[in-house]
Nanobody
Framework: VQLQASGGGLVQPGGSLRLSCAAS????????VGWYRQAPGKQRELVAT???????NYADSVKGRFTISRDNAKNTVYLQMNSLKPEDTAVYYC????????????????WGQGTLVTVSS
């Protein structure tokens, strides 16, 4: 199983980006998925989460600006980021709890490789 995060880039303050986190491999089901970010010199922090049922939760710093969603048919979770601020600059990582389609059907935690978001004029 692999997670591929994409969609980062350079954007001006007030702009928007959409990040994608695509899972591939022997997947039976994808449970909770979260987006995290780590700015230079800071600890990794939780940005948003979404459950298998679609319930969402957000960090206070992004409420009203970011939206997490999922497309179960595509095994993909998105993070729509609007009204971006310079303080949103960070490497964004996705984390997914995936039940692997093997005999044991165990759940594992996987991390994507990170995608850099830079908000600057």
């Amino acid at each position: 199983v692999q997670l591929q995060a994409s969609g980062g880039g350079l954007v001006q303050p007030g702009g928007s980006l959409r990040l994608s986190c695509a899972a591939s491999g022997s997947i039976f089901s994808i449970n909770d998925v979260g987006w995290y970010r780590q700015a230079p010199g800071k600890q990794r922090e939780l940005v948003a989460t979404i459950t298998s049922g679609g319930n969402t939760n957000y960090a206070d710093s992004v409420k009203g600006r970011f939206t997490i969603s999922r497309d179960n048919a595509k095994n993909t979770v998105y993070l729509q980021m609007n009204s971006l601020k310079p303080e949103d600059t960070a490497v964004y990582y996705c984390n997914a709890h995936i039940v692997v389609a093997t005999t044991n059907m165990l759940q594992y935690s996987y991390w994507g490789q990170g995608t850099l978001v830079t908000v600057s004029s």
